[in-house]
């Protein structure tokens, strides 16, 4: 037996083998495993041929030991998968790239004594790649029994279905992840779905579409008479459609550079297969066109409407060029631009009282608006227990700074009847806003855009201070007068995130807990989540951190831990597939 160094690199080796390479036994490595790394070097006479590898093993996702079918075979082996982050071959940069390590391993005679061993290593591996994700987040590991994996066939360009075989399945298998996979057969099969399915069987939820399919998985979960519990099963994400919003933003929460379509995928592959879980905030929206009748859904993206609205449902037509679309829909939308009238106003952030939970008094704090114009007194208002914190000042040199010390206010819900968390910050919509409401004074827009999240799509980081649980929307509205040249340069610099630092006159962010939003034009459009939505009258509160989606982040506040695997068998499913 190979003796066993005591440190490498300044870690205390937890085991130490010496093993041949599985396709040419005549080559032998020194392999160590430290409690953060898997050292790996090969044995050679020649100095100049010792080269070394070493793996962290916070890019490992999983390792399985194994033996052949091959009888004249006495050795065992195990293989350990990485994805660390490597330079791109064509381009700048580095992303996630898969890299497979397998050993053989004949200690001795017996074939049973062998994949013992194997499976020793392979054990100590995946305790401390989970060992050492629990000391990077300061969070207890933990993994639930089961997960549902939602695909939408039709999703993007037609697409999800192979790259869900060519990509996540090896990933999940190589982590040792069972799954099953559903594929939707129709529009709000995934809503009826979750609606009705005993969520005790599921450790997590996981949709692999655009971000459509999700919205109906929210939707299908608030709708439950056990939403609260309900809401709280983990959420995951894996871009499969064209604008993958969501997954770009948990991707960028992640600390990782901007990535191509595959590698962002690759890239969520590996946080769901690392199993971390977040709070996300969520947004109430209030549909108002019939008053004595509500429909209320729940966002957890955006909502948007005018210019932005019209881009997203005008480019469906040309679904079949993929993310592309969205740009093609702007130079065409750009062509010919319009101007939309309504009503806007918002709640800032600093016209919220209220405690936090361990009992810290609520702080004043600074609001970014644009000549606001104060309501007339009214008997409406709203109450809130949010403890807000300090706001940025706005990059836009546009905008005024005001301050108001928060009122008290008595509850007065507008989801008094409905299902889902109480709506404290909002009045009906046939009742004026609260006096403390902010009403903007113009009422011809080219957009409004309420972001909870960073990206509206893969290359558009609409809202580059958003987190996922920040309890904020980034409200960002342009008024009319711009010019389209303006407007083009704008959306080219929300690439990269620097469109609020533009400077440009016409446009405004602020941060809200609430908004309202009155379109006075007979036609147009609004969508939540990139769904259209009933045109109308339309309200949102912000609930900040009642959902949980699957994500790894540098820093956070608060974790929960989810391990993702899955069994499931129903009537309902189109395919039901477990892999072991």
Not at 179 to 194: D, F, G, M
Not at 554 to 560: P, Y
Request: glycine share 8%; hydrophobic share 40%.
């Amino acid at each position: 037996m190979a003796r066993l160094p005591s440190f490498t690199h300044g870690f205390k080796v937890l085991q130490y083998g010496e093993f041949t390479a599985t396709g040419n036994r005549k080559v032998r490595y020194a392999v160590s495993l430290t409690e953060r790394d898997l050292t790996i070097q090969k044995i050679t006479s020649t100095p100049a041929g010792r080269s070394k590898v070493v793996f962290n093993l916070r890019d490992c996702v999983g390792c399985r030991a194994f033996s052949t079918d091959d009888n004249a075979d006495a050795g065992a082996y195990f293989s350990v998968y990485f994805y660390p982050f490597k330079r791109r071959w064509m381009s700048s940069g580095v992303a996630r790239q898969r890299v497979e390590q397998c050993f053989r391993v004949a200690l001795f005679q017996d074939p049973r004594a062998n994949l013992e061993e194997a499976e020793k290593w392979a054990g100590t591996i995946r305790e401390s790649s989970v060992r050492q994700q629990h000391l990077r987040n300061r969070d207890e590991v933990h993994r639930p029994c089961s997960v549902m994996l939602l695909v939408n066939p039709h999703s993007g360009k037609g697409q999800a279905l192979s790259l869900f075989t060519g990509h996540v399945q090896r990933m999940l298998n190589e982590a040792g992840v069972p799954h099953t996979l559903v594929i939707t057969e129709r529009q709000n099969h995934a809503r009826e779905l979750v609606r009705e399915a005993d969520l005790s069987q599921w450790g997590a939820l996981v949709i692999m579409s655009g971000d459509g399919l999700l919205f109906e998985v929210v939707n299908g979960l608030m709708e439950r008479e056990d939403w609260e519990e309900a809401i709280q099963t983990p959420l995951g994400i894996l871009p499969g459609g064209s604008g993958n919003a969501l997954a770009a933003s948990i991707h960028h929460y992640s600390g990782a550079q901007p990535v191509s379509s595959e590698e962002l995928l690759v890239s969520c592959g590996f946080l769901l297969c690392k199993g971390l879980v977040s709070r996300m905030d969520l947004a109430s929206v209030h549909l108002g066109s019939s008053p004595s009748n509500p429909t209320r859904l729940f966002s957890f993206l955006s909502l948007a409407w005018g210019f932005v609205a019209d881009v997203d449902v005008e480019s469906e037509k040309y679904r079949h060029v993929g993310a592309a679309r969205f740009t093609m829909g702007t130079l065409v939308r750009l062509a010919s631009l319009r101007v939309y009238k309504g009503r806007l106003a918002y709640l800032p952030v600093d016209e919220v009282d209220g405690e936090e939970e361990d009992g810290q008094s609520p702080v004043s704090l600074e609001m970014t608006s644009v000549s606001p114009q104060r309501q007339p007194p009214s008997s409406a208002f709203c109450s809130s227990t949010f403890l807000c914190r300090p706001l940025k000042d706005s990059p836009c040199q546009n905008a005024a700074h005001h301050a108001f010390k928060a009122k008290k206010r008595e509850p007065m819900s507008a989801n008094a009847t409905l299902p889902g968390p109480p709506d404290s910050l909002l009045v009906p919509l046939d009742q004026p806003v609260p006096s403390d409401w902010v009403v903007v004074p113009e009422e011809d827009f080219v957009l409004m855009l309420a972001m909870y999240q960073s990206h509206l799509a893969k290359d558009l980081y609409a809202a580059p201070d958003s987190t996922l649980d920040d309890g904020l929307i980034h409200l960002i509205y342009i008024r009319a007068g711009i010019s389209r040249t303006a407007l083009l340069r704008l959306f080219l610099a929300m690439e990269k995130g620097t469109h609020l630092a533009n400077n440009c006159p016409h446009l405004v962010y602020t941060r809200v807990r609430a908004l309202r939003l009155e379109p006075y034009s007979p036609k147009g459009v609004i969508t939540v989540d990139g769904e259209v939505v009933e045109y109308g009258p339309v309200q949102a509160q912000v609930h900040g951190g009642i959902c949980h989606e699957g994500v790894a982040r540098l820093e956070h506040k608060k974790f929960t831990m989810g391990g993702y695997v899955l069994f499931l068998q129903s009537p309902m499913f189109s395919i039901s597939y477990s892999s072991h």
